[in-house]
């Protein structure tokens, strides 16, 4: 008998989603553990930069002041990789129309690679947490500030690297994305310092920088420090998320550099 689908396609959407959890789990050592061990080797190189000098940020110790960012930009950066990856590979192998052939809403298939990202984001993050707690003490103050943005900025990198993967027809193109894109807003996030040090003119740049926002929440949720205006923060973790749908959404609608 003829399945009927619905609304929403269910099976589908499980299907897509289960082959992007699968593809990263099959070479975790790769997709989990390397980023893992990466992150460490950055959370070294500044506490020997300190040489055992107690120094601290406002009244917060800096090696638990850094060790929020680190995990947030590993949970982030794996988000992205997930998608952006797992788009141009389907694309440069040739392989895109066994996705688009299945009777997949836009919708669905956004979702799909999408939560893909999330999944491996929020993994990653987690054991990079647990790596860190043996080194310096991690402390949750608001729980709902780290579940939020942790979300939130997996989404938006998964989204992000989507998008980038939709619109890259080679791999230079999404390596394009990351270097000139994903590393300087990385970087100029307050990951490894506090933006109220900055001068006027970058302290203005760190407030547009959308990954400030991110940041910043999921660092309040361990520390309870912030330093920009934690409502103004959901509110734009929130408004990028939804944007960034809607042209993910019309992208694959449309067709962008998906069909003939």
């Not at 396609?9 to 990263?24: C, H, P, S």
């Not at 998608?83 to 895109?96: C, D, H, P, R």
């Not at 298939?109 to 993050?125: D, H, Q, W, Y």
């Not at 760190?206 to 103004?232: E, K």
């Amino acid at each position: 008998m003829p399945r009927t689908i619905g609304s929403v396609n269910w099976i589908g959407l499980w299907t897509l989603y289960a082959r992007e959890v699968w593809r990263f789990v099959k070479v975790h050592q790769q997709t989990i553990w390397a980023p893992v061990v990466t992150t460490l080797l950055f959370y070294a190189v500044f506490a020997l930069a300190l040489g055992g000098a107690v120094r601290t940020v406002g009244t917060v110790p800096y090696m638990e002041f850094l060790a929020p960012g680190l995990i947030m930009m590993a949970l982030a950066q794996n988000a992205f990789a997930n998608t952006s990856s797992s788009v141009v590979i389907s694309k440069v192998q040739g392989n895109i129309v066994d996705i688009l052939m299945p009777p997949l809403s836009p919708m669905e298939f956004v979702a799909g690679f999408v939560l893909g990202g999330v999944t491996r984001g929020i993994v990653v993050g987690l054991v990079t947490a647990v790596a860190i707690a043996l080194f310096v003490p991690v402390h949750v103050a608001h729980p709902f500030f780290v579940v939020y943005h942790a979300v939130m900025a997996a989404s938006l990198l998964a989204l992000l690297g989507f998008i980038g993967g939709v619109w890259s027809e080679k791999f230079d193109h999404i390596a394009a994305v990351t270097n000139f894109v994903v590393t300087p807003l990385s970087f100029l996030s307050g990951t490894f310092y506090s933006v109220e040090t900055l001068p006027t003119a970058f302290w203005w740049v760190a407030h547009f920088d959308p990954f400030f926002y991110m940041i910043d929440g999921f660092r309040y949720g361990f520390i309870g420090r912030s330093d920009g205006t934690l409502g103004v923060g959901v509110a734009v973790m929130l408004g990028i998320n939804v944007a960034l749908w809607w042209l993910a959404w019309r992208m694959v609608r449309s067709g962008y550099k998906l069909k003939a």
